[in-house]
Structures are given as structure tokens and as C-alpha cells.
């Protein structure tokens, strides 16, 4: 699946990695069309249970890539006029009545894949690890994107939504 600028819902890609005795190499933006690329940019927490997000966006879209530790993200289905309301009381009950809005994924340096969230969604993540390092990259440029992020109470989805349950 080629990853473009008319995407409509996240999406999660494996990604084949190649390892040898040197070492590995991940090819993450061969799915992307190029012209869906304006920034490139990393972000690195550095302890475990750091919370990035909640950010909504009404143009940007985001894709990422595990490279060194693992993460948790959440993202949430919002209509624009709750998000630019960004009232917590009716995004509770947005979420109560369509739990299926939100979706959860696990990344990690050691299973790569790329997760693509299009616009209009709100997406966050937790380091599941020191030191976890995010690679992104976005449709839009920094002095666009920073015009273009609605915050929202991460813990609105519920604090258990950023934990990783054992089995």
C-alpha cells in the first residue's frame, strides 16, 4: 500500500528490515509518496511512561517509526467540532458512545513498522522504555504544523489506555 496524502484512517505497516553481521537496515519510507513529505524530524524520551499527545490535527498527517526502544500510541477519531471545542466532558461522552474511535498500537526497534495517522485524528504515545526514540515524518513544515495542533487531555481516553497490561 503506497502511503499518500488522501489517506483516511491510521494505518500499521510492517516493515521488512535487513540484518547481516553488521548490522540492520530499516527501509521505512519506501510505501510513502514522496510528495506526502515536508519534514522529517526525531524525538527521544528519555525515561519509560513519558506521554507525547494527545495532538489533533486538522491538515497534518504523521508517520512513525520505532528507532531505538518500543512505544505504545493511542489514536482517537474526533469530529472537528468536538476537537476544536476541546471540551473534556463531551469528549467523554463523544468516547462512551464510540469506543471504537480509539485504537491502540505497540512499536518497537525490534519489530519495525511504520504507523501512518492522517488528519483528524488525535494521536499520542508512551515509551515503553529509556531512552525510546521516535522517527517522524509529516506532511506539513514545522512553522505550518505548529498552527495546526489542537491539545487534548491525554489522560481523557483514560489513564489505562497509555499502560501495557501483562499477560
Not at 521488512?16 to 522529517?40: C, Y
Not at 517509526?65 to 473534556?88: D, H, S
Not at 463531551?90 to 512499536?107: C, D, M, Q, T
Not at 495517522?117 to 517522524?136: I, K, Q, R
Amino acid at each position: 500500500m503506497k502511503v499518500t496524502n488522501d489517506l483516511k484512517e491510521p494505518i500499521y505497516l510492517p516493515i521488512q528490515s535487513i540484518t547481516d553481521d553488521r548490522g540492520i537496515l530499516v527501509p521505512f519510507a519506501d510505501e510513502i509518496d514522496p510528495s506526502a513529505i515536508q519534514r522529517a524530524y526525531y524525538v527521544q524520551n528519555y525515561g519509560r511512561g513519558v506521554i507525547r499527545g494527545l495532538h489533533y490535527h486538522l491538515e497534518e498527517m504523521k508517520m512513525f517509526i520505532i528507532g531505538c526502544g518500543a512505544a505504545k500510541f493511542n489514536t482517537l477519531k474526533l469530529p472537528v467540532e468536538i476537537a476544536k471545542r476541546n471540551n473534556n466532558e463531551e469528549i467523554k461522552v463523544y468516547l462512551a458512545k464510540h469506543p471504537e474511535s480509539l485504537k491502540s498500537w505497540v512499536l518497537s526497534s525490534r519489530h519495525h513498522a511504520l504507523l501512518v495517522v492522517p488528519p483528524l485524528y488525535a494521536n499520542g504515545w508512551v515509551g515503553l522504555e529509556d531512552n525510546t526514540t521516535l522517527f517522524s515524518l509529516s506532511n506539513l513544515t514545522f512553522d505550518k504544523a505548529k498552527y495546526d495542533d489542537i491539545r487534548i487531555d491525554p489522560y481523557i481516553i483514560g489513564k489505562d489506555k497509555w499502560e501495557i497490561i501483562g499477560r
